[in-house]
């Protein structure tokens, strides 16, 4: 019997199990940058402010200036951020401001409530500014849904990866942002995550395969675990089933998931995770276990705007200079340090 339990197309934004909301896979050509960190190019017929298709290789998305998401709020569940090309900046109500890219994460828990922006700033004024980014919505037990919210900063210096040579010399490459595996261990998540208890069972996995390669993922901790395995390059036989690019293969996570590249080789997206197995409510950028909760949620941020906006713009950037740091609530400093030198990371994962 196939461990392939359901394959399904991929849209814009990606079906998910509890505890995952969705998913999104954002990729993006943009063009040389201009004095404001937007695109050198005209912005005549996008539907500015609202640009979510592709034109001419990229999108607006919310931002009229700058590519992204100004100013918005989120409560009650977590975003994961995986970073894989270009910069993202990002500022919050809690005063709180970061630039990321280049394979780092963030991971914020928004519960009890936060405004936030996530900028694309086109930092090459002569060159490729390409932006590829996973953006993991993961929702918060009710016990945890009013923490107080908190991001935590993965670089990807600290992130590790294993690497894998098969019988025939082909290699995959496993990189950890979650969950463990062959021993290797990422940095923590917020401590409030429902991935910060072991028996939740998550695990976030990206594999790099190259063409031809064959591999085994390892079945989860425990039987009760969903696994999707989101292929959205190349293609692959999972258990000798083929998936195209833009599939998603649900399979069993009890057993070993056999894998076969194909001819142009695969990149997969591996998300795991026990289910949190309770109400989901949600409502735009709030997502709570009752409709009476998303209710007080929007009473709440029109009476105290989750703290308000401590910027003088919906947008901000933070300049030209492609150099990587968060700059924390508490006004903890930190940057990614290379491979093998502690940086900050363990520290704000305890606080």
Avoid at 60 to 67: A, N
Avoid at 205 to 229: N, Q, Y
Avoid at 246 to 272: F, H, K, R, S, Y
Wanted: aromatic share 10%; hydrophobic share 40%.
């Amino acid at each position: 019997m196939s461990i392939v339990l359901q394959t399904v197309p991929l849209g814009f934004q990606w079906a998910t199990a509890d505890p995952f909301l969705f998913c999104v896979h954002h990729l993006d050509f943009y063009p040389a940058g201009n004095a404001e960190f937007g695109p050198q190019a005209s912005l005549a017929g996008r539907s500015i402010g609202n640009d979510f298709e592709p034109k001419d290789g990229w999108r607006m998305y919310h931002g009229s200036t700058v590519p992204g998401f100004p100013e918005h709020p989120h409560r009650g569940f977590e975003t994961i951020t995986f970073a894989r090309k270009g910069f993202i900046d990002h500022s919050d109500s809690m005063g709180a401001t970061a630039r990321f890219g280049r394979g780092d994460v963030q991971w914020m828990t928004a519960g009890a409530g936060v405004v936030h922006c996530e900028m694309f700033p086109l930092l090459s004024p002569s060159g490729d500014n390409t932006v590829e980014l996973f953006q993991i919505w993961m929702n918060l037990p009710a016990a945890d849904k009013m923490v107080e919210p908190h991001f935590t900063m993965l670089w990807n210096e600290a992130i590790p990866s294993h690497r894998h040579v098969d019988d025939a010399g082909l290699a995959t490459t496993v990189t950890v942002i979650a969950g463990t595996f062959d021993g290797l261990v990422p940095p923590a998540p917020p401590p409030a995550s429902w991935a910060s208890r072991a028996e939740a069972d998550v695990a976030i996995w990206h594999v790099v395969m190259e063409p031809g390669a064959t591999f085994e993922l390892p079945r989860a901790a425990g039987d009760d675990a969903t696994r999707v395995l989101y292929v959205f390059e190349g293609s692959a036989h999972v258990d000798g089933e083929f998936a195209a690019k833009d599939t998603g293969v649900v399979v069993d996570a009890a057993e070993v998931a056999p894998i076969e590249a194909g001819p142009q080789g695969v990149e997969i997206l591996m998300l795991q995770a026990r289910p949190i197995g309770e109400p989901v409510a949600q409502y735009g950028p709030f997502v709570m276990n009752t409709r009476e909760e998303i209710e007080q949620a929007f009473r709440d941020y029109r009476e105290t705007g989750f703290g308000g906006w401590p910027w003088d713009r919906p947008d901000p950037v933070h300049g030209p200079v492609p150099a990587r740091f968060a700059r924390h609530a508490n006004g903890r400093e930190e940057a990614p340090q290379p491979a093998g030198v502690a940086s900050g990371t363990a520290a704000a994962a305890a606080e």
